[in-house]
């Protein structure tokens, strides 16, 4: 970024920094596409993304920064029918928890949960990236399950079809995003950034479960997708009340904050492990590592291993199955997303996803 295009992005940073403004959605919309066009500085565009991140961005400025991502993405060559039974589970990472690849997980569970319900039953199109501020993100543990997970656009609609699940990589479909890459893994910090990928699926799923690093962020990124139309999406933020870490999943340390939205109004409660019979545990039980042990320990839990790390999956897969339609509330999910793990379904969807013809190099 070594462009003097900067008029734009100074002149949004100024009202941002200096006077605490807020921009409207089409004026959030006009500062994304000059930074992502134009090429401004990147000393402004971090200064910008610090000035968003210490007032706290907006509802309508997520949805404006979400609506260029969406307008510029490489999509799937999808049919209105089967865009209607898509559903994601992309969380905003960044809460430095050191927690397994959990929201990964529950999308393997709800997708065989998928398959075994019939050929016209949900898909999950799990979109998600390589490991940023984690030691693996999705794509790296899917990668260590030999799952592919650079498809083309026609791949991943293929593997929908055929599997109900496909991996769609976040700078396969965003091409624009590339450029800040750079900057945002020197930055090392939360911004925007984080918010915008979950809102931004590439098949264009309108149900979904969104994780956020802070409980703050809930009703934030629920009025985001309100604005942005979704179906039915969940968002929500566990919480630990030993210590001062939260997680971008449901807990099961404590209490988890969960905004809902459906139809356009959203309804905020409180998840509580009591109404499921469940053990508390803490964040520490659901430790992770790099992207082979996490792997191993996806395995264990789909081969019938039991302890928190299959009850926070069981949790988190819940979530999606409702957002989905496959249940009508947590605890019948909750009993699906057993009765599909116990069953070895999720170990049979990873060998045949496995079993996909990986893409030709280009």
């Known amino acids: 970024m070594s462009s003097p295009n900067s008029g734009f992005v100074q002149y949004a940073l100024k ?7 807020t921009l409207t959605r089409a004026e959030a919309a006009s500062l994304f596409h000059s930074i992502l066009t134009e090429q401004p500085p990147e000393l402004q565009v971090a200064a910008l993304l610090g000035a968003l991140a210490a007032r706290g961005e907006t509802p309508a400025e997520i949805a404006g920064f979400v609506d ?40 393997l569970v709800a997708a065989a949960a998928g398959a075994t319900a019939g050929a016209a039953s949900i898909l999950v199109a799990k979109h998600g990236n390589r490991a940023v501020t984690s030691q693996s993100g999705s794509a790296d543990v899917l990668e260590a399950l030999g799952i592919p997970v650079d498809l083309t656009p026609t791949q991943a609609a293929d593997a929908l079809r055929r599997h109900h699940f496909a991996f769609l990589h976040a700078p396969a479909h965003h091409p624009l995003m590339r450029v800040l890459m750079p900057l945002r893994r020197a930055l090392g910090v939360r911004t925007v950034f984080n918010l915008l990928g979950p809102l931004a699926n590439p098949a264009g799923a309108s149900a979904q479960v969104i994780g956020v690093y802070s409980a703050h962020l809930v009703p934030i990124v629920a009025e985001a997708l309100a604005l942005l139309g979704t179906r039915h999406s969940l968002v929500v933020h566990g919480t630990d009340p030993r210590g001062d870490i939260g997680i971008d999943e449901i807990s099961l340390a404590g209490p988890t904050h969960i905004a809902e939205i459906l139809a356009g109004q959203i309804t905020l409660r409180t998840l509580h492990l009591a109404d499921f019979g469940l053990k508390p545990a803490p964040l520490s039980a659901l430790a992770g590592g790099d992207a082979q042990a996490n792997a191993a320990l996806l395995r264990n839990i789909f ?15 819940a979530a999606v ?6 249940a009508k509330d947590f605890p019948s999910a909750a009993r699906l997303a057993e009765t599909t793990i116990d069953s070895g379904s999720v170990a049979h969807q990873i060998a045949a996803l496995a079993a996909q013809s990986s893409p030709e190099p280009s």
């Open 15 to 21: 009202r941002i920094l200096e006077t605490r403004e």
């Open 68 to 107: 260029v991502l969406r307008a510029q993405v490489i999509p799937l060559p999808l049919t209105d029918a089967e865009r209607a039974r898509l559903v994601d589970t992309c969380g905003t990472g960044g809460d430095h928890s050191g927690t397994f690849n959990i929201s990964t997980a529950a999308a």
């Open 303 to 317: 081969s019938g291993v039991p302890g928190p790390p299959r009850d926070v999956v069981v949790l988190n897969a």
């Open 321 to 326: 199955l409702v957002t989905a339609g496959l």
